[in-house]
């Protein structure tokens, strides 16, 4: 049996037409599931870089929801003054605290920022950390951190201990540096290499860097981190955005009122 030219051509459009009908549709459908899925997956990282989850322990959603909420206090702060935000002030911004999606927020409210080492074009008027929770204190804080590696911005948390100095872990949960070289950056044994760490100066300056080589353990260089090895434009990228975000600019004014104690 012959087809003409025209029948042929349509059927092809036709079939285009559907399947392209069905991916959309999928995409839609799916997009809030994607959505509780990123959710879930920085809640994930903020429980690994607060040491109360192992990495690469596959647990079930509702389990990583429960330990988020017994060992986890988000806070919503003014990133200027460092000053903690109740419902009230985040309403007066249009904050939905239940519904913050920091990207989004940034995109949006960004504030332009001098050119930095860090990448990190504008900063967001108000930003959510998170305080490890050991029964009414707080034993550690998460601050979100990003800056430019080689390819791509690289999103993550450091946790810093209670002195709001040492280091107690980075992690990142988004980047598109190259496997092997860059991507490096989420190797487990690099990642030990952070806690222990101090960030800032004798005159409280963010003082951490990674270098080119190796560093030796914490009490032998508490400021530097080991490179990696083809892939120094990366781990110069972690040194530079932990200084950004560290600083003056980024959480340096929340992080010096929790040492006075006025955010615990
Ligand atoms: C295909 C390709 C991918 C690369 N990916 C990265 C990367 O993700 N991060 C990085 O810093 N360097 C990457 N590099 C290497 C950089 O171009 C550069 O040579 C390197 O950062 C220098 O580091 P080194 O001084 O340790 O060799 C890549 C190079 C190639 C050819």
């Given at each position: 049996m012959q087809y003409s030219s025209k029948y042929i051509i349509g059927f092809a459009a036709a079939l285009c037409l559907v399947c392209a009908i069905c991916v959309a549709g999928l995409a839609v459908a799916l997009k809030p599931q994607q959505e509780l899925n990123k959710v879930l997956d920085r809640k994930e990282k903020v429980l690994q870089v607060a040491g109360l989850l192992d990495e690469g322990a596959k647990k079930p959603a509702a389990e990583i929801q429960a330990l988020f909420e017994a060992n986890i206090r988000s806070q919503f702060i003014d990133l200027e003054t460092g000053?903690?935000?109740?419902?009230?002030?985040?309403?007066?911004?249009?904050?939905d605290p239940g519904n913050f999606d920091p990207r989004k927020y940034l995109s949006e409210n960004g504030v332009d920022v001098e050119k930095n080492p860090a990448g990190v074009p504008?900063?967001?008027?108000?930003?959510?950390?998170y305080e490890v929770m050991r029964g009414e204190s707080?034993?550690?804080?998460?601050?979100?951190?990003?800056?430019?590696?080689?390819w791509s911005t690289m999103y993550g948390y450091v946790a810093l201990a209670d002195d709001g100095n040492t280091v107690k872990g980075l992690t990142f949960y988004e980047h598109g540096e190259t496997p092997g070289l860059g991507g490096e950056i989420d190797?487990?044994?690099?990642?030990?290499?952070?806690?222990?760490?101090?960030?800032?100066?004798?005159?409280?300056?963010?003082?951490?860097?990674?270098?080119?080589?190796?560093?030796?353990?914490?009490?032998?260089?508490?400021?530097?981190?080991?490179g990696l090895s083809g892939a120094t434009i990366t781990a110069r990228g972690v040194g530079y955005l932990l200084q950004f975000w560290m600083g003056?600019?980024?959480?340096?004014?929340?992080?010096?009122?929790?040492?006075?104690?006025?955010?615990?």
């Open positions: 000053a903690r935000l109740d419902d009230a002030q985040l309403k007066e911004r249009g904050i504008e900063i967001p008027p108000v930003a959510e950390v707080v034993s550690a804080i998460i601050l979100p951190v990003h800056g430019k590696g080689l190797n487990p044994l690099w990642k030990s290499l952070w806690p222990g760490r101090k960030i800032y100066g004798a005159d409280g300056e963010p003082e951490i860097m990674v270098i080119k080589g190796q560093a030796g353990p914490p009490d032998v260089a508490p400021y530097e981190v080991d003056e600019k980024g959480f340096k004014p929340f992080i010096e009122n929790f040492r006075k104690g006025g955010a615990s």
